[in-house]
T-cell receptor
Framework: DAGVIQSPRHEVTEMGQEVTLRCKPI?????LFWYRQTMMRGLELLIY????????DSGMPEDRFSAKMPNASFSTLKIQPSEPRDSAVYFC????????????FGDGTRLSIL | DAKTTQPPSMDCAEGRAANLPCNHS???????VYWYRQIHSQGPQYIIH???NNETNEMASLIITEDRKSSTLILPHATLRDTAVYYC???????????FGTGTRLQVFP
């Protein structure tokens, strides 16, 4: 079975540019999570969705970050404008929800803002 | 969510059992203990979880103390491929939000 698919795997862009990260969750999973990982702050939850609806976006760092889930099989995380401090690995995860359903993570997008 | 405390690093010889401790002294009654691991440059991988009973699956065993203030993840026969950062998380059963700490970096050596 296909796991969580993220694209691109690597992104290098210049400060000020718009960045869009993409995620395809596992089919049938109704929870989707976006995380960011840096050496300084570790793995942080940014936002998560249930049935395509954002439930908790308290981890989104600022208004430059936005996330959408237009349907059950696709989500985007957008940064506009991007800044060097946004450089990190961004992970997407999905789950069936509930106590006994683990989160399944993608391989991440390594983002570098120059 | 309850805060967890883990040693920053541990070593284990290949073939031996790796016992990774976790302290969660402020855990509440509806919080589960979850373990994930992250192998270098990959996304975190679920290992096991439990509420108050000990649990075992094909990857590991989870031992939770009777007062639930601490737990131990046991990898019975560690291999080099088990080298990773292991995260212990105390999460509420009625939400799906997991808060990852800094974890324990386990190094398995030949």
């Amino acid at each position: 079975d296909a796991g969580v698919i993220q694209s691109p795997r690597h992104e290098v862009t210049e400060m000020g540019q718009e960045v869009t990260l993409r995620c395809k969750p596992i089919s049938g999973h109704d929870y989707l999570f976006w995380y960011r990982q840096t050496m300084m702050r570790g793995l942080e939850l940014l936002i998560y969705f249930n049935n395509n609806v954002p439930i908790d976006d308290s981890g989104m760092p600022e208004d430059r970050f936005s996330a959408k889930m237009p349907n059950a099989s696709f989500s985007t995380l957008k940064i506009q404008p991007s800044e060097p401090r946004d450089s990190a690995v961004y992970f997407c995860a999905s789950s069936l929800g509930g106590v006994n359903q683990p989160q399944h993570f993608g391989d991440g997008t390594r983002l570098s803002i120059l | 969510d309850a805060k967890t405390t883990q040693p920053p690093s541990m070593d284990c010889a290949e073939g031996r059992a790796a016992n990774l401790p976790c302290n969660h002294s402020t855990i509440s009654g509806n919080e589960y203990v979850y373990w994930y691991r992250q192998i270098h440059s990959q996304g975190p991988q679920y290992i096991i979880h439990g509420l108050k009973n000990n649990e075992t699956n094909e990857m590991a065993s989870l031992i939770i103390t009777e007062d639930r203030k601490s737990s131990t993840l046991i990898l019975p026969h560690a291999t080099l491929r088990d080298t990773a950062v292991y995260y212990c998380i105390a999460g509420r059963g009625d939400t799906d939000k997991l808060i990852f700490g800094t974890g324990t970096r386990l190094q398995v050596f030949p």
